[in-house]
Each structure stands twice: as C-alpha cells, then as structure tokens.
C-alpha cells in the first residue's frame, strides 16, 4: 500500500511541475496569446442570408467584407465606427441605387468600395449622393452615373480620399466638393456633368488629380475668378491627358 502511494504521489508531483495538472498555472507568460477574430465576407445575393445591401451592412463587423453579386440595390447605406469593403462582381454590374439620404461614412468608419455602379432615384437634391464626415474613403473602380445631385462630399479633416479609375457620367453639380480633408483622384474620367466638376471650399485641400480629363465640353475646375488664387494654392493637376 505504501508503494502505490508513493507512485502516485510521483506522478502527481511530475504532472504539477509540466503544468498539465489540476495545479497548472493560469496566465503565465507561456500562455498563447489571444486569437483575434478573422475578417469575415458576408455575400450579398437573392440567394444567400444577406439579400439586402442595407442589412449586410447592419450586421456587418469591423473590417469585414460585402461580396455583392450583379444585381440592383436599393435604399440608404450608412457605416460608422467602422471600416467596411464593399466588393462588387467582376463581372456583371452591382447597381447602387440611393435614395435621398444616400451613402452616409460617418466618424471612426471608413469605407473601401470598389466595382459598383452607383446612382440616385430620378429626385432633384442638393445632397451628395456619397457623403463622408470625419473619416476616409477610397473608392476603385467605380462608376457614377445619371445622378441628379452632386456625387460626392468629403468633409474631414486630417482623412484622405482617394478615387482611382472612377467614370463619372451625367452628374449634375460637383462630381467632388471637398469641403474638408485631402484628396488624390487618379486615372479618372468625367463626361456629359453640369456644373463644375470639382468644387473647394475655403481652407480645404490639397487636392491632387492625375491622369484625369472632362470630356463633352466639361471644365476639369470651374472656378470664379476670385477663387482660383485659392486653387491654386491648394490643387494640383498632373499628367493631365
């Protein structure tokens, strides 16, 4: 009986020393760190969970991924405290079709989009048809069409946006007004617009654009006469074709 107690006693006492024991220690710095949560791709489809873009984004999570398939959607697109992609087909067209309020990127968001169409219901408004406050925004790919409104408004300070390999056909105000913050607009095209095709207010900028041209008796920068010393200083055009 005094043997086996002493053999247990061994193998308890080895078991205790490697940590694999009921006495393991918790927290060590052996411990593994932490498992961070993967980005996830939520696809957006007739057939799948997600068939609305608008409810995608609702459940959507920090950094994860809308895959949308060809298709049409409609409706008001809001991301805050959050930075979302939105992925569109590479082949076929994802329409975006906004309503009045139309894509909002508040503060803390950002929002990546890229191979969509986007345009507005057949409604007169001075609201852009993207607008982002206090974060970023990098657009891909993208082609806005028949807006009956300005397409995009950029108003935060400090964020950038960047547009590379945009169209933008039939809009009607600033395709950009940049209200505040910096933008980069590269290898894009502007065709058939009213209004001036990039609008700066005071104390916004730089504004950068390269590669980019206004088509179909467009000005690239509509500008009052009292304004352009303010252009001047706060936007560059390079390379332009």
């Not at 020393?17 to 220690?25: D, E, S």
């Not at 696809?43 to 298709?71: E, M």
Request: proline share 6%; glycine share 10%.
């Amino acid at each position: 009986m005094r043997g086996w107690l002493l053999f247990f006693g061994v193998v308890f006492g080895a078991l205790s020393a490697t940590g694999c024991g009921a006495g393991a220690r918790q927290g060590s710095d052996d411990a593994p760190p932490p498992v961070e949560r993967n980005e996830r791709v939520l696809l957006v489809s007739s057939g799948t969970h997600y068939r609305d873009l608008s409810q995608a984004l609702l459940f959507a999570s920090d950094n994860d991924t809308l895959r949308v398939a060809p298709g049409l959607y409609r409706g008001a697109f809001a991301i805050e405290g959050k930075r979302i992609r939105i992925e569109g087909p590479s082949q076929g067209e994802a329409v975006l079709q906004v309503s009045e309020e139309g894509i909002r990127v508040g503060p803390g968001g950002h929002l990546d989009l890229s191979r969509v169409v986007l345009r507005a219901e057949d409604r007169l408004t001075e609201a852009a048809a993207l607008r982002v406050v206090g974060s970023s925004a990098t657009l891909v790919d993208v082609v806005v069409r028949d807006l009956p409104r300005p397409a995009l408004a950029f108003s935060s300070p400090g964020h950038l946006l960047t547009l590379l390999r945009c169209r933008f056909e039939r809009v009607r105000g600033p395709v950009l007004h940049l209200e505040a913050g910096a933008a980069w607009v590269g290898a894009s095209v502007v065709l058939d617009s009213a209004g001036p095709a990039f609008r700066l207010s005071q104390g916004a900028g730089p504004l950068h654009l390269s590669h980019v041209s206004a088509l179909g008796n467009r000005a690239l920068i509509d500008a009052a006469p009292s304004e352009r010393a303010h252009w001047s200083a706060r936007a560059t055009i390079a390379d332009d074709p």
